[in-house]
């Protein structure tokens, strides 16, 4: 471990684990660009002691200061700032860093929590506390449970309680049990649905970073990939929680954006939330599908004695575009012999077809003799498909353990598993220094519709499903008119195939004048980006439709897919 002398030397040194002396720890949020930040590398090339020093210029260096000046007053020698400790041009030392994280913080005597968005002390007691982006990190949730004594402070170092002080306010902003963030209770003791919950809706600058910052809570090892992308990340990171202990609650997330048959696993923390009516997750629109009520909490869920005497099978998962089939082992039981016995958490439920039961290892806490079940339909010998539906339960297994089954399945989502479909919202501009836009029309299947108003022709926005049926009948049209020539005006269709917009047509507009032969309009049958028309009046017209970068193609849980389109028009 490498720490940094807190007086003016701002030496680093290496520590092995059996040696490391008492130290403090440094929590925050970088609001720096990254080319401001110190790292490693500014830190050891020059002697951070000389006031030319390139690092002492950097923006960054300013917090590094401040929280070495209050650990040197403390009394405390040595700190550890994550931005500089770790030489992360090293992949290896970046990765034992990520899988040692927890121990670090938890290992600190005090971590300081610096709020750079809370102005001062007047403002860490009010509201402005409570919406600092600090609560909204990923890598600051195990920053705020691992460590035992946590201080915040403002802006200007000013401090604004500690974690004990304000715990009870912290549980509001948070919705993490006040048991742990007191310590009172071990952090093993908590259900992975329930620490998953807390991570729900916290952000990061790297998707797969949504994962690696859980690594902690969960005190599991994995290798960084970055690059594989957040679902992958996510998937990784219940493989590890379940080989290293099977807590079916990993099952039981409340949300999933699959249309037909369900995963076993989810995508992403937020999947958990456990706020009721979340306003995240309203305004996401998270998923069509809710996998288990909201009248059921996670701190209602606990182990069953099943859990201690259960055959531990590793969980191995298969990730496709579409799809995330997992192969586990679960205790089965045929439909036929809990018809009678079944509570479904939703009633509605009750109609659904299903062949089978997978009696987990958890119940609800009024239920302490019973197991909560995923409802499934078996597809072949040793596939099931889980049903769109919540779980069920059954009050009391004990009776129906003779016909309990342990077998290994593989659980997957039907190939209409994904989304049917997403919102797209589109904007179409005229770039050219030679046209300007008259007038814009749309025609076809739009869900919403905005055309702009006279005088305010530049752009055209609509909002589009992108479904092959849907997508296929859209068509937008603009005239644009030259600006040296008024007469002179030119219609432009666009069209929609297999989800990508294209030139459909090109052609002058003379006003009772068919167009004549020598100069026809220009018509495409297949996908078009650029064409060209001649025109009657000797010149030639070049129209090429673009498009831009866009504010978000990726699937979001927080916004309609965007795209911007430009038809480019100009004279050749």
Known sequence: MRLLKTDESFKLRF??????????????????????????????????????????????????????????EDGYSWIWIDGCCIDKSSSAELQEAINSMWNYYANSNICYVYMS????????????????????????????????????????????????????????ITNIDPHILVQTYEIVNFTAAEKLSWAAHRNVTREEDEAYSLFGLFKVNMPLLYGEGRARAFIRLQEAIYNLRPDHTLFLFRYSRHHGDQPLLADSPTRFCNRVECTLCLLSRIGTVKCLPHEVSYTGISATERWTNQTHEPIMTTVTPLRNEVSTTLSLLEYRYVSDKLLFLNKNDSHAKFTHVAVLNHSLDQYIKGALCLLLRRGGRESFHRVQSAPALLPNVIELDSRLEQTKILVYPGTNASRPYHNVDITFSLKSDSFFVQSWSVEGT?????????????????RTNETKNAMHSA??????????????????QLIVVNEIWSIKEVAEIREGIPPREKHPPFRSSHLADRC??????????????????AACRAQSDNAALQYRYQIVAKYM
Request: aromatic letters at 8%; proline letters at 6%.
């Open 15 to 72: 520590f092995m684990p059996s040696s490391v002396p008492d130290y403090v720890i440094l929590s925050h949020r970088w609001t720096t660009p990254s080319s401001e930040e110190c790292s490693f590398d500014d830190m050891t090339k020059t002697p951070i002691s000389d006031p030319d020093c390139p690092a002492r210029k950097k923006q960054g260096f300013s917090e590094i200061q401040g929280a070495c000046r209050l650990a040197f």
């Open 117 to 172: 968005d809370v102005q001062d002390s007047e403002a860490g007691w009010d509201q402005r506390f409570r919406k600092s982006e600090w609560f909204t990190r990923g890598w600051t949730l195990q920053e705020l449970i691992a460590p035992v004594c946590v201080e915040f402070y403002a802006k200007d170092w000013a401090p604004i309680g500690t974690k004990a002080e304000r715990h009870e306010e912290i549980v509001d």
């Open 446 to 462: 739009i869900q919403d519709l905005n055309l702009p108003v006279d005088g305010e022709t530049t752009e055209l926005n609509i």
């Open 475 to 492: 068509q937008v049209s603009c005239q644009i008119t030259a600006s040296q020539n008024l007469t002179m005006r030119i219609s432009v």
């Open 532 to 549: 060209t028309l001649p025109l009657s009046d000797g010149k030639r017209l070049s129209v090429g439709l673009r498009r831009l970068s």
